[in-house]
């Protein structure tokens, strides 16, 4: 009965790897979104995606690469891993027609 | 200047009382604006959002808004200790289907009710 569910819950690799994170809605949302919380919790979105659709691409390296294959999914694929992305990657929805965003339960990605 | 700004904290009130959290904006065409909770090691939940100025009640929590002064607020009454968090403070451009919802969030207040 999940609403917003990601997958892993918590990964742990090292510095130069390559991961992906996915999500899954079961809302029946248009739009899915990446955000990522640092380690002081500030919450800063990455990614959008209307109905498969690319819309907001904020200032991220491009080792983040973003794929929705269907308007129910929304993976994330880290090449390169560095320290730095250590963070807790949060992936919401929210419906078309209004902004309420619905957060799903996080990924805790830690860089050794 | 940060384009969402919430003083960080601790704020700490006692059992009952009234907590009041604040937050400004920067940008003067925001039109749409959220309050989430988020406990330790969870994820944000959705408290409150308001469109309008003026107050919005839902339960214990007052949303409050000023457009003018850009000014968004959240009061919580009769404090409990399960309200212990940090409070979120998020602003969108846009509203509706004019926007697909790009949220701008503070840095987060953390709250404590204490016995």
């Known amino acids: 009965d999940t609403a917003v569910s990601q997958t892993p819950k918590y990964l742990v690799t090292q510095m130069g790897n390559d991961k992906s994170i996915k999500c899954e809605q079961n809302l029946g949302h248009d739009t899915m979104y990446w955000y990522k919380q640092d380690s002081k919790k500030f919450l800063k979105i990455m990614f959008s995606?209307?109905?498969?659709?690319?819309?907001i691409n904020e200032t991220v390296p491009n080792r983040f690469s973003p794929k929705s294959p269907d308007k129910a999914h929304l993976n994330l694929h880290i090449n390169s891993l560095e320290l730095g992305d250590s963070a807790v990657y949060f992936c919401a929805s929210s419906p078309l027609a209004r902004e309420t965003q619905y957060f799903g339960p996080g990924t805790r990605l830690l860089v050794l | 200047q940060k384009e969402v700004e919430q003083n960080s904290g601790p704020l700490s009130v006692p059992e009952g009382a009234i907590a009041s959290l604040n937050c400004t904006y920067s940008?003067?065409?925001?039109?749409?604006f959220f309050w989430y909770r988020q406990y330790s090691g969870k994820s944000p939940e959705l408290i409150m959002f308001i469109y309008s100025n003026g107050d919005k009640e839902d339960g214990r929590f007052t949303a409050q808004l000023n457009k003018a002064s850009q000014y968004v607020s959240l009061l919580i009454r009769d404090s409990q200790p399960s309200d212990s968090a940090t409070y979120l403070c998020?602003?969108?451009?846009?509203?509706?289907?004019?926007?697909?919802?790009?949220?701008?969030f503070g840095q987060g207040t953390i709250l404590t009710v204490h016995p």
């Open positions: 998020a602003v969108n451009r846009g509203r509706g289907g004019t926007s697909y919802g790009k949220l701008t």
């Open positions: 940008d003067r065409g925001s039109q749409s």
């Open positions: 995606y209307n109905n498969k659709e690319l819309i």
